[in-house]
């Protein structure tokens, strides 16, 4: 799974100056959205047709912009700046960064939000309300879950040798 995580980092071209930015507030929670807006989106088909692509598109652009689209925070003493820098310790996996008892919390909810995301899909392809609102909200719950986790990584991690220092632009 964290080959997976390091490949979605690298097609996100998430380099230090992007992960400063990502570790404002604002740009964890706004994309919080993006699942229930992709939702909406795709399922306006049902009203608008093949325009329902616009709103799928832009969802898809918010996800790629919305990390660069805002500053580095002024503080990093929140939950969502925490959950950022966490996924940071995570994705690098130096040696001693992450403690063993974590391993096995980030597999379960790296699966309950993978497992959510297909049911999710099924959804949103069949016109399923019932599978894509289930899917969605076990998804959603599985990557905040994640995200708890990860606030937990970065308060047990020798961060100081992870975290960007916070600049500003």
Do not use: Y
Not at 46 to 75: E, K, M
Not at 108 to 124: E, K, N, P
Not at 130 to 135: S, Y
Request: hydrophobic letters at 50%; charged letters at 20%; proline letters at 7%.
């Amino acid at each position: 799974m964290n080959q997976l995580a390091k490949a979605t980092e690298r097609l996100m071209a998430m380099d230090d100056r992007t992960w400063q930015r990502h570790a404002n507030p604002w740009s964890g929670w706004t994309r919080v959205l993006s699942m229930p807006l992709f939702s909406i989106a795709v399922w306006s088909r049902d009203w608008i047709g093949w325009w329902c692509l616009v709103p799928s598109l832009l969802t898809i652009v918010w996800v790629w912009i919305n990390p660069r689209l805002f500053p580095p925070p002024a503080s990093l003493d929140n939950w969502m700046s925490r959950g950022v820098l966490g996924e940071r310790v995570w994705l690098a996996d130096l040696p001693g960064t992450i403690a063993d008892h974590h391993r096995p919390v980030i597999r379960a909810t790296t699966w309950i939000a993978s497992l959510g995301g297909l049911v999710w899909l099924v959804g949103l392809c069949t016109f399923d309300l019932t599978a894509t609102l289930a899917g969605l909200t076990a998804s959603m719950l599985g990557k905040l879950w994640f995200l708890d986790r990860m606030v937990w990584i970065e308060r047990d991690s020798p961060v100081e040798r992870l975290e960007p220092s916070i600049t500003h632009d």
